[in-house]
């Protein structure tokens, strides 16, 4: 099934990319870039399932999934967190603090369709 | 001689005078004026001493009252072929304290007391007035005797004319710029030609008297044999009297004090001056017996003996002869006041006008605005010093004889000797000590010999009977001493009851912590190679403050420069060195050299929150044997030495782990940079690959895929650049290029960042017409470089860039300015360092390789680059050699 997703991220051509795969796909997509704005624009979208860039201006990808994953509200939100970095560490990071699924920059578009509505599957 | 023709030479004179300051102006700021170091020179300068008194006075004091007027020679003779003993001393503590006058030498010795410049300044202006005042007499009176045919053009206003030329000259040579030391090489340079002139002319003059006159030395011996000369007898009371009030004002006149101490470029100079000076002033006295006579003989009886040396040629028909006399007195008396108003000017804005700013001050003042005040105070006080002078000169009437007006001042600025005296050879000697003594002594002189010189101020009751009756205050009889010749009286007493109180003062309290210390490196000059007193502990103020402070004093320029050699000698880079108390007091003294001692400590005191010192430096005074002091000054500088190198080693270990973590950093940096643009490369092609693509999606992609792969290659590009820079293995093209056309070729290229930005330019184009031999293309990247970025960067509502080029020796500095918030100071280290860009905020750019390919490429010029902090936005400068060495190119 599909739903809602929200892309965070700020380079504009990846967002554009992105935006036009999942809407192809039947997703509802909402885009955001800022980092530091991020938790907020999630809380009061509620999407089903978020995707998260790591570096971002304000604010770390991480630092926001963190943030997702306190409040009890979100705790189980889905996060699929795209990084450019690409070294275990991020990787590691990012799943200790509870990530759903981690792609590294760049993926191949049936792949991030794929992870998607496996994630959105309850 | 006609008195348009006299006017007309008096013009072509001062032009000389004037092309003669420029010069040595313009040779001093190339560095190119190596006669300024010789003692010739120096000695020269020194016979400012001789006035219009001494070159008229002379002969008329030698008519009046015989040999007496050797007296004004013998005083500075004994202390010229002493001067081991004294002169030496002052000279050294003037340059080590970079003292600017003789008010800052006893406020900076007496704890940097603000209340004691304040009365020193107060007391040489009033000893000065009259002395001023007798120069313009003398102009004038020189002037009405060539004007007596023609007294139609000829009046009152003279003296006016002469006063007002005199502060034009001075204010355009002695007010230009503020120097960290107060030296005038331009009028140093003009008053050694007029003294060159002045001596001349009165030889001149003595040779016509002798050989033309009178017939030959023999027959002039005869005539002095038989004049009423031969019958003078010495009054050793007066003779005694005024071979020490002359010996005391050839330090204590603020003229001489200037020429002396802070005109000296080099110690070494005293030594022939010694008896160069002495010579000049036997030369200068040859003849001054020989005139008297024969003037008295050929003149009618009842002319003005004073005038002697400029009506006898002229009696004779000697015209060429007398413009020679007129312009050797015109060369005395100007030379006198130029100088004298500067030494006043310079103390009536350090120690009066600096000082009630600070207290009055607005806070947050503009940087300059001190050096604007400084010299905006210097020419109005030029200007007040020339106008009391007038002003005395019109209510004495000019009656009084030329030497008592002299004389009065040689007794009020000798009320500084006991002071100076105490000050450098008696540890002992306190503040309090000092401002009785002067305030005394000062007073004594006022009451018995200055107010008196008026005539009409003092009613004749009160010189008669004294104030209200009381006998004992009679102005030319104090204590009942009637009887007295009334300027030995003053002197006398005057200096007797300063140099009592000074001492009963100095016994009877105790000097304060920054006085003790001062007091020590005045006393000790010659004992310690050292900097002088630290008074400066570790204070709060960081080393940004500081040279904002010193820039607003010294200008941007020299406080750079000066900040640039402290870090240098820290082993740093940059313009910010760690602010040690060493840095603090050299700076102080630097500031000093422009507002005196007093100001001076009083503004640092004010930035580091505190203005006393710390216990360790007191107890550090306190048990001084010459043995601890020199174990620790040894300590000392291996403790320094010590510090420094653990601060370069901290340095280095902090560069270190900087650099390994800023290597990871790179490459994860370079490996973001890479998939970023990939990303979006292969996400568009995947959707063109699938088909069924909607046609303005195709169009994008396409659009898409293109831009990536141009921002791809940039990156590559500049990676390479930059491995090739950091390799020295680039290949440079040199050429001779334009500076100014460089900066243009950077400001089109850089105006297609963010063109919509609209963006003030300010530049100079005459400063940067320099040819530099350099690679043209390179030169331009940096420069497009910065620019973008300021475009980009600067955050001001208005931008503004300013580029400022400067050439230095054999190198070229281009300053880049913006009026933004500047780079924050823990980041201005980082910035040259590759993927620096401070905030992932603006994408604009490229990868932020920019400044460390910038770095780069002005180190393969030969050149650098650096950040200048505390100018008030983000500034860069670039700093390149003129021609770049094919050596260092290859």
């Not at chain 2, 003294?195 to 002798?210: E, Q």
């Not at chain 2, 101490?261 to 010579?279: I, K, R, Y």
């Not at chain 2, 300590?635 to 080693?649: F, I, P, S, Y």
């Amino acid at each position: 099934m599909t739903g809602r997703v929200l892309l965070i991220e700020d380079e504009p051509n990846i967002a554009e990319a992105l935006r036009f795969i999942l809407q192809r796909d039947g997703w509802e997509v909402g885009l955001h870039t800022d980092g530091a704005t991020a938790l907020a624009e999630i809380m009061r979208q509620g999407p089903d399932v978020v995707v998260l860039d790591l570096m971002l201006p304000g604010a770390s990808g991480l630092d926001i999934l963190m943030g997702l994953r306190a409040d009890p509200a979100t705790a189980g939100l889905p996060v699929l967190m795209l990084t450019a970095k690409g070294q275990d560490r991020d990787r590691a990071a990012a799943e200790a603090a509870g990530v759903t699924r981690f792609m590294t920059k760049p993926f191949a578009n049936a792949e991030i369709v794929a992870a998607l509505r496996a994630m959105a599957r309850p | 001689m006609p008195f348009n023709l006299l006017v007309l030479f008096c013009f072509a004179y001062v032009a000389l005078l004037f092309g003669v300051a420029f010069f040595a102006e313009r040779r001093a700021a190339i560095g190119k004026a190596r006669w300024l170091r010789s003692p010739l020179i120096y000695t020269l300068s020194l016979s400012i001493y001789c006035t219009a008194w001494t070159f008229y006075g002379a002969v008329g004091s030698a008519a009046r009252s015989g040999l007496e007027y050797l007296t004004i020679y013998l005083g500075p003779t004994l202390v010229f072929v002493g001067w081991w003993v004294l002169l030496r001393k002052l000279v050294r503590i003037g340059r080590q304290n970079q003292v600017t006058s003789i008010a800052d030498l006893i406020s900076s010795r007496y704890g940097k007391s603000n209340l004691l410049g304040a009365m020193v300044t107060m007391l040489a202006v009033m000893a000065a007035t009259p002395y001023i005042a007798l120069q313009l007499q003398s102009v004038t009176l020189s002037f009405g005797v060539f004007a007596s045919q023609t007294p139609e053009v000829w009046g009152q206003a003279t003296g006016a004319w002469v006063a007002g030329g005199l502060a034009v000259f001075t204010i355009i040579f002695g007010t230009r710029k503020l120097d960290a030391r107060e030296q005038h090489h331009g009028i140093v340079t003009a008053i050694a030609v007029e003294a060159v002139v002045k001596l001349l002319a009165l030889l001149a003059v003595g040779a016509f008297v002798v050989w033309g006159l009178a017939g030959g030395v023999a027959a002039v011996l005869d005539r002095i044999g038989t004049s009423p000369l031969a019958e003078w007898e010495l009054q050793p009371g007066r003779w005694t009297g005024l071979i020490m009030a002359s010996a005391m004002a050839v330090i204590c006149l603020p003229r001489m004090f200037h020429v002396l101490v802070v005109e000296n470029t080099d110690e070494a100079q005293l030594g022939p001056a010694s008896w160069a000076f002495p010579a000049y002033l036997f030369a200068m006295s040859l003849f001054i017996v020989p005139i008297a006579v024969i003037g008295t003989d050929r003149m009618p009886p009842g002319a003005n003996p004073d005038l002697f040396v400029l009506t006898l040629p002229l009696a004779e028909g000697q015209g060429a002869l007398a413009l020679l006399a007129f312009l050797g007195g015109f060369s005395s008396a100007t030379s006198m006041v130029i100088v004298e108003t500067i030494a006043l000017a310079t103390m009536v804005s350090n120690h009066m006008v600096v000082p009630l700013w600070l207290r009055l001050a607005p806070a947050r003042a503009q940087p300059g605005d001190v050096r604007r005040l400084v010299l905006l105070s210097r020419r109005l006080a030029i200007m007040g010093v020339l106008a009391l002078g007038y002003g005395y000169y019109r209510l004495s009437g000019g009656s009084s004889a030329l030497a008592a007006m002299g004389l009065i001042a040689f007794v009020g600025v000798a009320q500084f000797m006991p002071v100076i005296l105490g000050g450098i050879f008696w540890r002992g000697a306190t503040r309090t000590g000092a401002a009785l003594g002067l305030l005394t002594g000062g007073a004594v002189w006022v009451w018995a010999l200055f107010l008196p010189s008026f005539g009409s101020v003092m009613p004749p009751e009160v010189m008669a009977a004294g104030p209200w009756g009381i006998g004992w205050l009679r102005p030319q009889a104090l204590l009942g001493t009637a009887g007295m010749d009334p300027m030995v009286h003053a002197l006398f007493w005057s200096l007797a009851l300063n140099t009592g109180a000074f001492c009963l003062g100095s016994l009877l309290t105790f000097p304060g912590p920054v006085e003790r210390m001062q007091g020590a490196a005045f006393v000790h000059v010659f004992d310690t190679g050292a900097v002088g007193p630290r008074a400066w502990g570790q204070g709060r103020a960081d080393a940004e403050a500081l040279l904002i402070l010193a820039q607003r004093i010294l200008g941007d320029d020299d406080a750079l420069q000066l900040f640039e050699a402290e870090a240098r000698a820290q082993g740093r880079t940059g313009y910010l060195p760690d602010p040690t108390p060493e840095v603090f007091a050299r700076v102080e003294r630097h500031l000093a050299g422009s507002i005196g001692a007093a100001a001076a400590h009083a503004m640092i005191a004010d930035l580091t929150g505190r203005a006393t010192v710390t216990v360790d430096d007191l107890m550090a005074m306190a048990n001084e044997t010459a043995a601890i002091i020199e174990n620790q000054a040894r300590l000392e500088a291996q403790q320094e030495e010590l510090t420094r190198t653990a601060r370069a080693l901290r340095d280095a270990n902090e560069k270190l782990t900087q650099l390994s973590v800023q290597k990871d950093a790179f490459l994860s940096q370079v490996s973001h940079e890479l998939r970023t643009p990939m990303t979006s490369i292969r996400a568009f092609s995947d959707i063109l690959a699938e088909g069924d693509v909607p046609p303005e999606m195709v169009a994008q992609s396409g659009r898409v895929i293109h831009e990536e792969t141009i921002r791809l290659t940039r990156l590559l590009d500049d990676l390479l650049d930059l491995s090739v820079l950091e390799a020295g293995t680039v290949q440079l093209n040199l050429s001779q290029s334009n500076l100014s056309g460089l900066i243009d070729r950077a400001l089109v290229a850089a105006g297609q960042v963010q063109p919509d930005r609209r963006f003030v330019i300010t530049r100079d184009l005459a400063s940067e017409q320099i040819f530099v031999r350099s690679d043209a293309d390179r030169l331009v990247q940096v420069f497009i470089n910065l620019i973008a970025n300021a475009r980009k960067y600067c955050d001001a509502a208005a931008p503004e860039l300013r580029v400022m080029v400067r050439q230095r020796g054999g190198r070229v500095m281009v300053d880049f300015i913006d009026n933004g918030r500047g780079i924050a100071k823990e980041a201005q280290g980082l910035i040259f360092e590759k993927f620096a860009r401070l905030t992932d905020q603006t994408r604009a750019g490229g990868a932020g390789l920019g400044l460390a390919i910038c770095r780069e490429v002005m180190a393969n010029l030969g050149g650098a680059i650096s950040y200048l902090p505390g100018q008030g936005g983000a500034a860069f400068r670039v700093v390149l050699p003129l021609r770049i060495d094919r050596m260092a190119a290859e």
